[in-house]
């Protein structure tokens, strides 16, 4: 059985790896948005598409990462890899998939990531500095 995506886990994954507050995210989502509507939005397992639309294009990271990320499945994937080098990583017996393009493709979308994430913390970082200067 496979294990459903929080995607509201992944909202509050991929802010805190930005370094963003949820009242930062509230303000940059504009009027409605409080930090107690993005505790209750991140706690949600699935998440309205035009919403998480909307959270995507605020923190700049594509909706299928919210959709797609399961970050127990990529430490498995990476344990299970690196730990045990001379061995074959259990998460792959008895399945089709080439085991080496699925690390090479995670890791090649975690650096790609990573990079924009960077970027994008510094770009919020400026406008949460302008923001803390008007009032």
């Given at each position: 059985?496979?294990?459903?995506?929080?995607?509201?886990?992944?909202?509050?994954?991929?802010?805190?790896?930005?370094?963003?507050?949820?009242?930062?995210?509230?303000?940059?989502?504009?009027?409605?948005?409080?930090?107690?509507?993005?505790?209750?939005?991140?706690?949600?397992?699935?998440?309205?598409?035009?919403?998480?639309?909307?959270?995507?294009?605020?923190?700049?990271?594509?909706?299928?990462?919210?959709?797609?990320?399961?970050?127990?499945?990529?430490?498995?994937?990476?344990?299970?890899?690196?730990?045990?080098?001379?061995?074959?990583?259990?998460?792959?017996?008895?399945?089709?998939?080439?085991?080496?393009?699925?690390?090479?493709?995670?890791?090649?979308?975690?650096?790609a990531l990573y990079e924009r994430m960077l970027k994008e913390?510094?770009?919020?970082?400026?406008?949460?500095?302008?923001?803390?200067?008007?009032?």
């Amino acid at each position: 059985m496979e294990a459903k995506v929080h995607e509201g886990r992944n909202v509050k994954r991929f802010r805190e790896m930005l370094g963003i507050k949820q009242d930062a995210l509230a303000y940059e989502l504009g009027e409605g948005w409080t930090q107690k509507k993005i505790s209750q939005l991140e706690q949600k397992e699935t998440i309205e598409l035009p919403l998480l639309k909307e959270i995507s294009s605020t923190l700049k990271i594509p909706v299928e990462a919210f959709q797609n990320f399961d970050e127990e499945q990529a430490i498995n994937i990476i344990s299970n890899t690196f730990d045990n080098c001379n061995q074959p990583a259990s998460i792959f017996y008895n399945s089709t998939v080439n085991p080496v393009e699925q690390i090479v493709k995670l890791h090649e979308e975690k650096i790609a990531l990573y990079e924009r994430m960077l970027k994008e913390k510094d770009e919020m970082m400026g406008r949460l500095e302008r923001l803390i200067k008007e009032k």
